[in-house]
DNA sequence: TCCAAGTTGTAGCCAAGGCTACATTCTGTG
DNA sequence: CACAGAATGTAGCCTTGGCTACAACTTGGA
């Protein structure tokens, strides 16, 4: 099990309020991620082909179509994207410049993890994930490292 | 907006099933992240004062109580913690084990941010919730970089 | 000793993000 | 030009992870 009479080894610990922003930070990540993924999809689409179908947006995601259309539905309630039924989705003005941020992250966060040795594939695997984790001031420093690197 | 008309700049996007793939993993390394978290924070709470009552728990997460005592519910059904009522939580063989492969993860995610520069603060932070999200993949490359960094 | 205050536990609510099932609308083709 | 099949939309359900409010238990000090 574990330690069970009086503390032996101590471990560092932060601040409990230190610790509680932190992973309150983590919890507010995770909650953006989803339209960040969505208003990203969307644009790659709308770029690629043209159009972004709901379908398109389910079948990518991995998720049923009707899931995609609720999401959707937040998008359009947030401003990021507009959609009239049976017409595709498109992206506001603020749903592309967001697109680009995350895409524009997304990129480095893959770049990054390439430059310290992660193969492709799981690159590609985990920056999905970690991507919504990364904050400016990471992003900033991954940067720097890439072009020290050249 | 985005481009109206037919393709006109063209992106590469993963093949259909790949991406859909990649998203469903992110997705799934999401719902294990709290037991995760809870995990290795209890750990951390046993290692240092010798117990982890679900109050400090709570407010170490910054969460209210009545939440923690939920999500320790779950933990003990998944084999992961026990306690008995008013008595404190422990870990079980496996949550210890889980706790301690959780804490060598963030620790190699935080000193990687901070070998390619990340601040501190910062990386503390963002390994908080980027490490849910790093496969062991990942993580071996993380320690090969930073063994070779020395 | 005993009781007030803190801790723990329970109940019930909410929103988000999944799903299936069904209804509606479009559209390409025979 | 009609209609079958695909795409789209709607309804309603489930689980998870939050919350508040209240009830029950423990315990340190007067």
Do not use: C, N, W
Not at 18 to 23: C, L, P, S, Y
Not at 92 to 108: D, F, I, P, Q, S
């Amino acid at each position: 099990m574990a330690s069970p009479g009086p503390s032996t080894r101590r471990i560092e610990m932060p601040a409990e309020p230190t610790q509680a922003k932190r992973f309150g930070k983590a919890r507010t990540a995770q909650s953006s991620a989803l339209s960040e993924d969505y208003v990203e999809l969307i644009s790659d689409l709308l770029a690629d082909g043209g159009e972004a179908r709901p379908t398109d947006i389910a079948r990518r995601l991995g998720v049923s179509h009707a899931t995609a259309i609720k999401t959707i539905g937040r998008l359009k309630r947030e401003g990021l994207a507009v959609a009239k039924p049976y017409r595709g989705v498109f992206l506001t003005e603020a749903g592309e410049k967001l697109a680009e941020r995350v895409r524009a992250r997304h990129r480095v966060v893959v770049d990054l993890l390439l430059a310290v040795g992660v193969p492709a594939e799981a690159a590609e695997q985990d920056a999905e994930g970690m991507e919504h984790h990364v904050s400016d001031i990471s992003l900033a420093a991954f940067g720097r490292f890439l072009r020290r690197k050249q």
